[in-house]
């Protein structure tokens, strides 16, 4: 049993196509022994980004960029305190 999809143009050679591989890839097999049931395959859905996911996704990049940001000044404010603290111990 095959299962092809809506690509196929013509089902017909590829029946042939399969019946002439199986043909070839046996010993001792006919061609008009083989029988190809074919059926065609449900349409699969996909999900597409709607402009709301879009949305969604685009502010949780922007908070997390806003948090990184944050925390980088931080930390260098940190550093900046921890330096002057070292020069004004040096001073006194």
Not at 3 to 23: A, Q
Not at 82 to 89: E, F, G, P
Request: hydrophobic share 50%; charged share 20%.
């Amino acid at each position: 049993m095959i299962k092809y999809n809506d690509t196929i143009n013509d089902v017909n050679l590829l029946i042939n196509d399969i019946k002439i591989f199986l043909k070839n890839s046996v010993n001792g097999v006919s061609y008009d022994d083989i029988f190809v049931v074919t059926t065609e395959m449900e349409q699969i859905n996909r999900l597409k980004l709607t402009s709301s996911h879009q949305r969604e996704k685009s502010g949780l990049i922007w908070l997390f960029s806003v948090n990184v940001f944050v925390i980088l000044v931080i930390f260098f404010l940190f550093l900046l305190i921890n330096k002057n603290r070292k020069t004004l111990a040096l001073l006194t």
